[in-house]
């Protein structure tokens, strides 16, 4: 058997607090606390004995601790939790708690010897670690949008649209799926800018992309600015007669922003769209496919603006009267 003088020694040099509460007697009354308990605690051992530990609560009871705590003791059973302790000056302080019972030979529960830690240093150090973390990720993903975004209108820029081309394409040759390409460019927007001001285009590019962002929901719609006062979509899995309805539908939507634009043929600001869509295959590349829907917006601006114009030459959407467009000043964005 282990010297009792040595064990005498464990509990009253232990750093951690000990408290031993009388099972038998009414209300569980402390009759014994180590020297680490009175630390931790402020409060003597001659002003706790004969108390019940729930001094500690300060009468701020956590009603949920205190359900579990309850029926564990009642069952005889040993408890474990971190719970929110208040010093004698009625500092608040994490205690991880564990109390188990000592049982007599026939089973009967004669005391409770409860173990307390204070963790509050470790608590706020983890509370300091996930802070910190969470500002990590915030700045991570600030950084990522500064990256990817565009800084004006929000959208994907061209970079991260280069990139993700090469991967859409990809997976379409793949899948065999088929894929719309959308270029988009406002019409006279140098005239815009001259007229309003840099600043009303900056707004007018923000409603176009959000125009844009608003007529391309689906998950698999990837809308990027490319340019100056240039947009491009690509709509994997949509077929000819839909890519069609959304090239005009863009004309119109824009249209129906209803900013002014003196040099355009209706007055206000329009765009011009060249498409195409494709089925991603080994003899074609993703830049040809750009290239090709350019194209198509650069026959749409020559045949008159503020229209849809498909890569194999036909132009669809709303015909303004006709005037005498100049041929196209090509956009150098
Ligand atoms: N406000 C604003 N203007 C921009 C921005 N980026 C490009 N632009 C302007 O967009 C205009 C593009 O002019 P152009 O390339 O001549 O084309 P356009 O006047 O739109 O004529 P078409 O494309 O031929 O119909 C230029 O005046 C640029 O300064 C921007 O971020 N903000």
């Known amino acids: 058997m282990i010297d009792l003088e040595l064990l005498q020694h464990a509990v009253m040099d232990s750093r951690d607090g000990i408290a031993i509460a009388d099972a038998r007697a009414e209300d569980l009354p402390l009759i014994f606390v180590n020297p680490a308990f009175e630390r931790m605690t402020g409060y003597s051992h001659d002003e706790v004995l004969g108390r019940n530990c729930r001094f500690l609560q300060n009468g701020r009871i956590d009603p949920e601790s205190r359900a579990e705590m309850r029926a564990a003791l009642r069952k005889g059973q040993g408890f474990s939790k971190v719970v929110t302790n208040y010093r004698k000056d009625d500092t608040p302080f994490w205690n991880e708690l564990s109390i188990s019972p000592i049982h007599t030979e026939r089973g009967a529960v004669t005391h409770f010897i409860g ?3 204070d963790v509050t240093q470790r608590l706020l150090v983890d509370e300091e670690l996930r802070a910190r973390n969470r500002d990590l ?10 990256v990817t975004l ?14 993700r081309m090469e991967s859409l394409w990809k997976i379409s040759s793949r899948t065999g799926e ?20 840099h600043q009303a285009g900056d707004e007018a590019l923000i409603q176009v992309a959000q125009t844009l962002a608003e007529s391309f929901q689906r998950g698999s719609d990837f809308l990027a600015r490319y340019g100056g006062e240039e947009f ?9 007669e ?14 129906e922003l209803d900013f002014d634009n003196p040099d355009t043929e209706s007055g206000r600001l329009t765009i011009s769209v060249g498409y195409t869509v494709v089925t991603p295959h080994g003899g074609l ?30 132009t669809h959407g709303w015909a303004p009267a006709r005037r005498s467009y100049e041929v196209s000043r090509r956009s150098n964005s």
């Open 115 to 117: 173990f307390q830690k």
């Open 242 to 255: 839909p890519a069609r309805y959304f090239a005009e539908r863009l004309c119109e939507r824009v249209r």
């Open 150 to 163: 565009d800084a004006l209108t929000g959208v994907y820029n061209r970079r991260h649209f280069d990139d």
């Open 178 to 197: 088929s894929m719309a390409i959308f270029f988009i460019d406002i019409d006279y927007f140098k005239t815009f800018n001259d007229h309003f001001g």
């Open 285 to 314: 590349n993703a830049q040809t496919v750009i290239e090709r829907a350019d194209q198509a917006l650069f026959e749409a601006k020559k045949a008159g603006r503020d229209r849809a114009c498909e890569a194999t030459g036909s």
């Open 232 to 240: 491009v979509v690509v709509a994997c899995g949509m077929d000819q």
């Open 137 to 146: 990720e915030s700045a991570k993903k600030a950084l990522e949008e500064l």
